[in-house]
C-alpha cells in the first residue's frame, strides 16, 4: 500500500510515494532444546539446535530466529544472501566462552579445581607469605585468553594490578612509569617535573629499545624484583610482555628481552625491539605474562605450557566448575554476502565480523566484552604468536571490511579491547548506539590508534554516546562525513595528544561536523 510523508503538513505539499513491497518473511527457529534431526521441521512448535544445522536446511527461507537461551558455537560464516538472524524474544546470547567444566582434563585431580599455596609479593613490596589460590589443569588442546566470574571479568595478571570495577585500569597510578620528559637543558623529569638527572651519562636516560623503571607511590619494579629474587634467585622479566605508551598517542605491546638491575642507583632497564613511534615523553608501560604478576584478587594467569590455569577471586572466593567460563573463540560469526541482518542479540565475549557484507544491517544488538587481545597467550591477535620485531596490528575486533552500506543502530559496546568498530566501505551508518569502557590497554592498533574508526566516504555517525574510553583519538569518521547530535566525554585516559573527533588533513574536505556535546576529556 502506499505511504505519504509531509515535510510541511499541508495537504498540497505531500509526496504520496509507492513502497517497495517487503519480502515475504520465510522463517526457521533455533532453540537450545531443539533437535537437529532431518524429521524436524524447523517451525516454531519444532525448532532447530543449532544455527549451522538451521543454515544447512535452508532452500528458500530467508529468517532464522531464536528463542531465549544462550548458544554457544564455533564461528559461523553466513554466505546467504538476505539471510537475518533475529532474537525471536528477550536473553538470546551468542557467547564465545564455555565454562571450565568443558575444558578440564579430568585426568589430574578428576578435573577439579586444586588449592595452590605460595609466598606473593604485592605491588606494595610486601611479602603475603603462604598465600592460598586455586588452579586447575586444562586439556592439551585448550587455549583461553580471557576469564569470567559469575559474568564479570577476571584481569590478566599483571605488574602494576588494576581493574575495571574501580577504573583503575584508567589511571596511570596503576601503570609503571619510565620519565616523563626530556627538557632542552638535558634535564630528565618525571611526572612532578622532579629532576632525574641530565644528559645521556643518566641512569634514567633511555632511547627507544629501552625503559627505565621510575618510582612513584608504592610502585617500585626495582623493590618489586629484587623482593621476588629473595623468593627465588632465578626470577627475571625477561619474556614477559610490556605494554608500551612511549609515543604519546601511539602504544605497543612487546616482549622483554632482558633486563638489567642497576642496584647502585635501585633502577631497572628492561630491553625490547624496537616501537615504530618514539616520543621523549610521557612513558608508561605495565607488564603481563608471569605467574608472579598474580599478587592481587580479581587476576588469573593460564600456563600454556604446562596448561594450569591460576585464579586469585574477590574475596578469596572459590572457584567452581560452573561460575567461571573462559573466552575461547574471536567471532560468532563471520558476514560473506550482502543484505544480512542481525537484530536483537546480545554477544557476550564474542563480536561479529564480514567481509564484502554490503548492506549488513546490525540492529538492537547488545555487546559485552566483544573483543580481547590474546595476550595471555603470548599473542596479539589469537592464533598469531607474537612477532616483537614488526608492529602488528590488532584486527580481532568488530571488523567489517570491504562493505559499503553498512547500518549500525540501537546497539551498545561495553568493556572491548581494540578499537571498538573497524569499518571499511564507505557509507557507513552508526546511530543511536552507546559506547562504554572501550579498551584499557590500547595498543597495536591501526593508523592514529582510534577509539571508533569507519573508512571510506560519506559515512554518517549521529546519536551516539560515547564515554570512557582510553585512546587519545577518540573517532575517525572517513572522509566527508557527517557527524551530529553524539554526546562524547571522558576520553583518552591512556594516551596524549589526540582529538575527541579527529580528522586527517585530506578528511576534512565536506566534512560536516555539527551540533556535538563534546566535554569532559
Not at 130 to 147: A, F, G, H, M, R
Not at 364 to 378: G, V
Request: hydrophobic residues 30%; negative net charge; aromatic residues 12%.
Amino acid at each position: 500500500m502506499p505511504f505519504i510523508s509531509s515535510t510541511s503538513g499541508s495537504l498540497a505539499s505531500r509526496n504520496v510515494t509507492e513502497a517497495s513491497t517487503p519480502p515475504v518473511v520465510k522463517s526457521y527457529y533455533v532453540s537450545t532444546t531443539g533437535s537437529d534431526d532431518a524429521n524436524v521441521s524447523g517451525n516454531i512448535s519444532a525448532p532447530f539446535q543449532s544455527l549451522n544445522y538451521a543454515i544447512s536446511r535452508i532452500t528458500d527461507q530467508n529468517t532464522i530466529y531464536f528463542r531465549a537461551g544462550s548458544y554457544e558455537f564455533d564461528e559461523q560464516t553466513i554466505s546467504t544472501t538476505g539471510l537475518s538472524l533475529q532474537g525471536y524474544e528477550a536473553n538470546v546470547v551468542f557467547d564465545g566462552t564455555r565454562p571450565i567444566s568443558d575444558l578440564t582434563d579430568t585426568s589430574v585431580n578428576g578435573g577439579n579445581w586444586q588449592t595452590h599455596t605460595a609466598n606473593i609479593v604485592n605491588d606494595a613490596n610486601e611479602t603475603i607469605n603462604n598465600k592460598t589460590i586455586y588452579k586447575v589443569k586444562l586439556n592439551s588442546s585448550v587455549e583461553i585468553w580471557q576469564l569470567f566470574y559469575n559474568r564479570s571479568e577476571v584481569i590478566n595478571a599483571r605488574w602494576p594490578s588494576a581493574q575495571w570495577s574501580d577504573e583503575s585500569v584508567y589511571s596511570f597510578d596503576n601503570w609503571g612509569h619510565g620519565y616523563y620528559d626530556i627538557k632542552s637543558n638535558g634535564n630528565i623529569v618525571d611526572k612532578d617535573d622532579n629532576t632525574l638527572g641530565n644528559g645521556t651519562g643518566s641512569p634514567y636516560y633511555y632511547e627507544n629499545g629501552e625503559i627505565v623503571n621510575v618510582d612513584h607511590g608504592n610502585i617500585s619494579l626495582y623493590n618489586f624484583v629484587t623482593t621476588q629474587q629473595g623468593l627465588s634467585n632465578t626470577f627475571t622479566l625477561a619474556n614477559s610482555i610490556v605494554n608500551l605508551n612511549v609515543g604519546s598517542f601511539k602504544s605497543y605491546t612487546k616482549v622483554v628481552n632482558s633486563q638489567t638491575i642497576d642496584t647502585g642507583n635501585s633502577v631497572i632497564r628492561l630491553s625490547y625491539d624496537n616501537v615504530a613511534l618514539w616520543k621523549e615523553k610521557h612513558h608508561y608501560f605495565y607488564l603481563e605474562n608471569k605467574l608472579e604478576f598474580l599478587n592481587s584478587a580479581n587476576e588469573w594467569y593460564f600456563d600454556n605450557a604446562t596448561k594450569y590455569l591460576y585464579v586469585w577471586l574477590p574475596g578469596d572466593a572459590v572457584p567452581s566448575l560452573t561460575n567461571i567460563r573462559a573466552k575461547t573463540q574471536s567471532y560468532s560469526l563471520n558476514v560473506t554476502s550482502s543484505n544480512v541482518s542481525v537484530k536483537d542479540i546480545n554477544f557476550f565475549s564474542t563480536t561479529l565480523k564480514g567481509n564484502n557484507a554490503d548492506n549488513l544491517l546490525v540492529s538492537n544488538c547488545n555487546f559485552m566484552y566483544a573483543s580481547c587481545y590474546a595476550h595471555m597467550l603470548n599473542q596479539i591477535n589469537y592464533g598469531s604468536n607474537i612477532a616483537p620485531a614488526s608492529n602488528e596490528v590488532f584486527t580481532t575486533q568488530t571488523y567489517i571490511n570491504s562493505s559499503s552500506n553498512v547500518n549500525i543502530n540501537k546497539c551498545a559496546f561495553r568493556y572491548t579491547d581494540g578499537d571498538v568498530i573497524h569499518v571499511s566501505g564507505g557509507n557507513t551508518k552508526v546511530e543511536d548506539c552507546y559506547f562504554n569502557y572501550i579498551d584499557k590497554t590500547v595498543c597495536n592498533l591501526s593508523s592514529v590508534m582510534t577509539t571508533f574508526r569507519l573508512m571510506g566516504s560519506n559515512n554518517t555517525i549521529k546519536n551516539n554516546t560515547i564515554h570512557k574510553t582510553a585512546a587519545s583519538s577518540t573517532l575517525n569518521p572517513g572522509n566527508e562525513p557527517i557527524v551530529e547530535y553524539n554526546n562524547l566525554s571522558q576520553s583518552g585516559y591512556l594516551q596524549s595528544d589526540g582529538a575527541m573527533i579527529h580528522l586527517m588533513v585530506a578528511q576534512q574536505a565536506n566534512a560536516k561536523i555539527r551540533y556535538n556535546w563534546v566535554h569532559d576529556t
